[in-house]
């Protein structure tokens, strides 16, 4: 089985910033995909950024600038610094990623973290 677990989430105030880490833990054979994603009352989740093993980045377009994505693959981290943070960046904050448990497993298995909480004061 493998765990998510995301920290770093809290209040910050506008123009603050926040970084968030999430930590993959259990049966790892290698990780591909590393995702962060989020999601507010009432709509769908969206992608925020998502690095691959290798490092190349993606990020929503509305958020390039202010977000960076980063991984340590030796500790099976994924790490989001959020900068210049706005009251709608406010939303619970997902951890996500392809991961194959074993080297005989024939797929890379998606995984979700259980969210944090990211919340901006204006």
């Known amino acids: 089985q493998v765990q998510l677990v995301e920290s770093g989430g809290g209040l910050v105030q506008a123009g603050g910033s926040l970084r968030l880490s999430c930590a993959a833990s259990?049966?790892?054979?290698?990780?591909?995909?590393m995702a962060w994603y989020r999601q507010v009352p009432g709509k769908q989740r969206e992608l925020v950024a998502a690095i691959t093993s290798e490092g190349t980045t993606h990020y929503a377009d509305s958020l390039k600038g202010r977000f960076t994505i980063s991984r340590d693959n030796s500790k099976n981290t994924v790490y989001l610094q959020m900068n210049s943070l706005k009251p709608e960046d406010t939303a619970v904050y997902y951890c996500n990623a392809d991961v194959k448990p074993r080297s005989w497993t024939p797929t890379y298995l998606n995984y979700w973290g259980q969210g944090t909480q990211v919340t901006v004061s204006s």
């Open positions: 259990g049966t790892i054979f290698s990780i591909n995909t």
